[in-house]
Nanobody, 114 residues
Framework: QVQLVESGGGLVQAGGSARLSCVAS????????MGWYRQGPGRQRGLVAE???????NYADFVQGRFTNSRDNANNAVYLQMNSLKPEDTGVYYC????????WGPGTQVTVSS
């Protein structure tokens, strides 16, 4: 089964940027949808952005043009470029993939300080 590993989290000042990476242990071509999900303090995990094999993207309303989700099938990776970060963007960001079932990475913490 595919394994996903995120990287790129950390402490960022409000208004700053961060780039998250998710690398899969095998080809992602068969992973129909890959995406990023966030669990903020005291909140349930929810969708941030997702991208299909063909490159179609979908973003949560709160993204408001600040984030860009991209996919590199050749390198088995997806990325989330986050700009204009806000304190409410703080949370654990998980990479997820759908292929018959849902696969999750262990998550990476992003903390946005005001």
């Amino acid at each position: 089964q595919v394994q996903l590993v995120e990287s790129g989290g950390g402490l960022v000042q409000a208004g700053g940027s961060a780039r998250l990476s998710c690398v899969a242990s095998e080809s992602i071509v068969s992973l129909v949808v890959m995406g990023w999900y966030r669990q903020g303090p005291g909140r349930q995990r929810g969708l941030v952005a997702e991208i299909t094999t063909g490159g179609t993207t979908n973003y949560a309303d709160f993204v408001q043009g600040r984030f860009t989700n991209s996919r590199d099938n050749a390198n088995n990776a997806v990325y989330l470029q986050m700009n204009s970060l806000k304190p409410e963007d703080t949370g654990v960001y998980y990479c997820g993939a759908i292929s018959g079932r849902m696969y999750w990475g262990p998550g990476t913490q992003v903390t946005v300080s005001s």
